[in-house]
């Protein structure tokens, strides 16, 4: 047998091993996102694929439908997640995404709503660490695989050479193909079904970015040019208890310098923060001060 046809064995193989764990999402849109089998009756996709959260069914390879129930989602993740009542149907093989390394041939596969499958292949293009979305989301890996997200491979797995599920497929920017690692599904997937929403620490205050003068930048020795002000203080909350006052910039929190309101976000989305006791810099008159503030969690939308 050549190696071509052996190749072609194995990857057809691998679709048929990892694609039992693929099923269309059925939510009212003329294209059908695909999900993925995550773990024993939890059904992962794309979330901003979806047109709706109730009322949704999912199509299985021998194209019967069944009803799946919303528990949760993370939009700056790009993750929703559901819960299936059978539990038949096999789970996913979850992977690794850090052993992926640039030139690694991937899958990227989906299920059509009559419940045929479907792959793309390709090679991985990026490999890069921890980004944060558009949206605020912390993201472990920055995956980009060369494929073809065709109509309905949104939401569906990147399976790596050895029939690993290393993350979920979503559309980043011209429609190119972004993957969001194994990793921070588990982690998203994690907290949804325990407490139905993302926990996110919390300040209480409105923040915007602003400039820093040159001068007061190099007296008092900071790293960046911008800051955050405080604009709004909410009364007994986290920031209010700590004594952060209206006018107050924010230049570095837990150690970390900040220069606008993402950083400042990114760094509360770390749910291990939350009831901790962190350390604020802020200029205050002219001068640098240091509050400790407790963190608190953000309340769920």
């Known amino acids: 047998m050549s190696s071509l046809l052996a190749l072609s064995n194995s990857l057809a193989d691998i679709v048929q091993q990892a694609g039992s764990a693929v099923v269309a999402i059925n939510a009212g849109r ?11 009756g939890i059904i992962v996709t794309s979330d901003e694929s979806l047109g709706r959260y109730e009322e949704i069914t999912i199509t299985l390879s021998d194209g019967q439908t069944q009803p799946i129930s919303f528990l949760g989602h993370d939009p700056s993740t790009d993750i929703a997640v559901f819960q299936l009542q059978n539990n038949e149907i096999p789970a996913a093989q979850i992977g690794d ?11 990227g596969l989906a299920r059509g709503s009559e419940g045929d499958i479907r792959a793309a292949m390709g090679a991985v293009s990026v490999v890069s660490g921890a980004w944060r979305s558009m949206s605020g989301g912390n993201i472990d890996q920055f995956i980009r695989p060369d494929i073809t997200l ?33 990793a921070t599904v588990e982690r998203v997937v994690n907290q949804l079904v325990t407490k139905g929403h993302i926990s996110r620490g919390y300040l209480g205050v ?3 970015p602003v400039l820093l003068p040159s001068n007061l930048k190099a007296a008092l020795n900071l790293s ?15 920031a209010d208890n700590a004594g952060l006052l209206l006018g107050d910039v924010l230049v570095s929190f837990d150690g970390v310098a900040v220069s606008d309101t993402g950083d400042v976000l990114a760094l509360l989305n770390n749910s291990d923060r939350i ?9 205050r008159g002219g001068t640098l001060a240091q509050l400790d503030v407790v963190v608190g969690e953000r309340p769920a939308e």
């Open 30 to 40: 003329r294209i059908s996102p695909s999900g993925i089998h995550w773990r024993k």
């Open 150 to 182: 065709y109509p309905g491979f949104a939401g569906g797995p990147l399976v790596d050479a050895a029939g690993y599920v290393v993350g979920m497929n979503t559309s980043g920017r011209r429609g190119t193909a972004l993957t969001i690692p194994a």
């Open 224 to 238: 960046t040019a911008t800051g955050v002000i405080v604009v709004n203080v909410e009364p007994n909350g986290p």
């Open 97 to 107: 995404a850090t052993n992926l390394k640039v030139g690694h041939l991937v899958l």
């Open 206 to 208: 409105g923040m915007q």
């Open 275 to 283: 009831g901790k006791t962190v350390k604020i810099q802020i200029v």
